[in-house]
């Protein structure tokens, strides 16, 4: 079985474009998070999607959106990208067995604004 | 709010030595606990994970315990080797939020 899978592995963008994330969940998980982890902190919550439907959001600029797709996939979009949004962007799909659930990540993509 | 403490940020140990990580959160109302290790610049691999209704969980060498009352959470590492340093986090469920709640973490040395 393939892990979380997230696109690119790494990214260099400049201050004010805009950039997309990509990250495909495990077969049969149908919930995904995304989580920004910039150095030497620990990740924080951007978005939550199940079942294509938004779930909960983080204390994020509206600069962050995200969508999932019918096949659980999803993407983060991140607008006019400020050299503060250098970060770790962390992907997990949430797995459900008998009511216990938890979380699986994927190894990220490393942004870079300049 | 919800709030994760990890201590001590940074640990030094000789190889073999037996260790103890602590993690804290501040409500206890949580679904679960989740440690995580992370290598320099890559993703998060979950080690152990403790629902809320578990006291304990084990996973060869890593045996980690939940107190839900007192709000910690304790990682021990038995007979440590080399390859255990990476930077370890604890993360928490909140009933009051439904996503994860990161500590900073412990960056862990384990010296040869």
């Known amino acids: 079985d393939a892990g979380v899978t997230q696109s690119p592995t790494h990214l260099i963008k400049t201050r004010g474009q805009h950039v997309t994330l990509r990250c495909s969940p495990i077969?049969?998980?149908?919930?995904v998070s995304w989580y920004q982890q910039v150095l030497g902190q620990g990740p924080q919550f951007i978005f939550q999607?199940?079942?294509?439907?938004?779930?909960g959001r983080g204390n994020f600029p509206d600069r962050f959106s995200a969508r999932q797709f019918p096949n659980y996939s999803s993407e983060l979009n991140v607008n006019a990208l400020l050299l503060g949004d250098s970060a770790l962007y962390l992907c997990?799909?949430?797995?459900?067995?008998?009511?216990?659930?938890?979380?699986?990540f994927g190894s990220g993509t490393r942004l870079t604004v300049v | 709010k919800q709030e994760v403490t990890q201590i001590p940020a940074a640990l030094s140990v000789p190889e073999g030595e037996n260790l103890v990580l602590n993690c804290s959160f501040t409500?206890?109302?949580?679904?679960?606990l989740q440690w995580f290790r992370q290598d320099p610049g890559k993703g998060l691999t979950s080690l152990l994970l403790?629902?809320?209704?578990?006291r304990e969980q084990t996973s060869g060498r890593l045996n980690a315990s939940l107190d839900k009352s007192s709000g910690r959470s304790t990682l021990y590492i038995a007979a440590s080797q080399p390859g255990d340093s990476a930077t370890y986090l604890c993360?928490?469920?909140?009933?009051?939020?439904?996503?994860?709640?990161f500590g900073k973490g412990t960056k862990l040395s384990v010296k040869p």
């Open positions: 997990a799909s949430t797995w459900d067995i008998d009511g216990n659930y938890g979380y699986t």
């Open positions: 409500d206890s109302a949580i679904y679960n």
């Open positions: 993360a928490v469920e909140a009933r009051s939020q439904g996503n994860l709640i």
């Open positions: 403790i629902q809320s209704s578990q």
């Open positions: 077969s049969g998980h149908k919930s």
């Open positions: 999607y199940y079942e294509k439907e938004e779930r």
